[in-house]
Structures are given as structure tokens and as C-alpha cells.
């Protein structure tokens, strides 16, 4: 089970030099884009907040489509603190992400649920 978990906190990153040939292109190049996506089914998670942190200081707020996807435009150039929110998953910072004028690239994230904590004891314990 640790092992799943720790894959489905991995993030993925591809050079946006090598774009997917899934995704239409219309020649503009975003600094960060990606999707979100639920680790155990593996399908989009719709309104994720992403916030863009650089030098400590609150950049950018954006939220995923219904296709789980996001995307920064304009960013500054510099070193990012990415972090994924979202009501019932765990919360997923990602740190030292580069941002370079002109260069983009994709993160994909996929969150793990909360598991819900029971903290009363059942009354069965006994």
C-alpha cells in the first residue's frame, strides 16, 4: 500500500519542447500548465486550486477545467512553490519548480483522498 502512495504522489514533468501530440497546439506557450488527476481512479479532478508562490510571496491563483487541467500564463521568471489544495485529498507542495522566459513546461499531479479518521472510539472496543 506505501508503495502506491508514494507513486501517486509523484509528478511528472515533460519539456513543453515536446509537446503532446494529444493536445492541440495554437503556438503560444504557457509557463506552466498540466492536469489533475484522483490516484486511485486515475480520472480528472475539477476545481483544484494551484497556487504559484515565489519568494514567499502569493504570485497566482488558478483553479483546474473539468478536465482537470490548469494553466499559469505570464508568470515571472524564477524558482516556484506549487501547491495542489483541494477539500477531501491531501495537499501535494511542490518546491524549486524554475520558471524561464520562453520555456514552459507541464506538471501532472495526481492527488491522494483524505482518508477519514475516526477519532471516537467505538463503543464495540470495549
Known sequence: MLIAAVSCSMLTFANANDPDPMEPTNGKKDDVNGTVLSCE???????????????????????????????????????????????????????????????????KVEMIEEEDIDLMPSPFHF
Open 41 to 107: 481512479f486515475k480520472k480528472p479532478l475539477k476545481d483544484v486550486s494551484i497556487t504559484a508562490i515565489l519568494s514567499s510571496k502569493k504570485e497566482m491563483v488558478v483553479f483546474t477545467d473539468e478536465e482537470g487541467n490548469y494553466v499559469f500564463d505570464e508568470l515571472k521568471p524564477g524558482t516556484y512553490k506549487f501547491v495542489f489544495e483541494k477539500t477531501g485529498y491531501k495537499k501535494i507542495t511542490k518546491d524549486k519548480i524554475v520558471v524561464k522566459t520562453d520555456e514552459a513546461f507541464q506538471l
